[in-house]
């Protein structure tokens, strides 16, 4: 049973379209990420948050955004989507005060295409 | 510089034997932590150990346990008795600080048992 939820699973579009990837979380957590995982390659770190109207750019350099209005809820928008974009993108979130030995608690994903 | 290394793109594996998957770091903070994620085809991550810096004792849990050697700045991950729902991406991270929140994962290890 999944506390962190990402929609959607699967998304095949246009070059040029604007998306939104969701990512929801039920855990009350005030930390969360976003993840960009090409097939088979390790995971980079392109957003973060430490709590509502906090953000800040990973590791990685990428042209998405992001918001945290909700602590619950972190989406990631692509204005103008490219088949540069294609790739999995991972939400995850880890709690207040966290354990150090607290791992990420991640979402399904959203594998994505851009044609 | 790569602060999460790791060696062997691909490791191919007897059922019910062990397997060792290597990792190697590189933090100059005295305290961090390491984890295992497994991913399966299906791609979510899945948590399967943590080794505190601190830690005096090898992390165990389960058939997976963590080969921890500091000075090496090593943290293999060994599986026991491998099974055929074994064979996933195997990933390791690390949390540099007890403040810090991000991951930084290695490139991973593709396990396929075989029957």
């Known amino acids: 049973e999944a506390d962190i939820y990402q929609t959607p699973r699967y998304l095949v579009i246009g070059t040029g379209k604007k998306i939104t990837l969701e990512c929801s979380q039920t855990m009350g957590h005030d930390k969360m990420y976003w993840y960009q995982q090409d097939p088979g390659m390790e995971l980079h770190l392109i957003h973060y948050s430490y709590g509502v109207n906090s953000t800040e750019k990973g590791d990685l350099s990428s042209e998405s955004t992001v918001s945290r209005i909700r602590t619950e809820h972190f989406p990631l928008t692509l204005e103008s989507a490219r088949p540069s974009h294609t790739s999995q993108y991972l939400c995850?979130?880890?709690?207040?005060?966290?354990?150090?030995?607290?791992?990420?608690?991640f979402g399904s994903g959203t594998r994505l295409t851009v044609v | 510089a790569q602060k999460i290394t790791q060696t062997q793109p691909g490791m191919f594996v007897q059922e019910k034997e062990a397997v060792t998957l290597d990792c190697t770091y590189d933090?100059?903070?005295?305290?961090?932590?390491l984890f295992w994620y497994k991913q399966p085809s299906s791609g979510e991550m899945i948590f399967l150990i943590y080794?505190?810096?601190?830690?005096?004792q090898n992390a165990t849990e389960g058939r997976y346990s963590l080969n921890f050697q500091k000075a090496r700045k090593s943290a293999n991950l060994v599986i026991s008795a491998s099974q055929l729902g074994d064979s996933a991406m195997y990933f390791c991270?690390?949390?540099?600080?007890?403040?810090?929140?991000?991951?930084?994962f290695g490139q991973g290890t593709r396990l396929t048992i075989n029957p």
């Open positions: 933090t100059s903070d005295p305290s961090y932590g």
């Open positions: 080794q505190g810096s601190y830690d005096q």
């Open positions: 995850a979130s880890s709690p207040p005060g966290a354990k150090p030995n607290y791992g990420y608690t």
């Open positions: 991270a690390m949390r540099e600080g007890q403040g810090a929140q991000k991951l930084v």
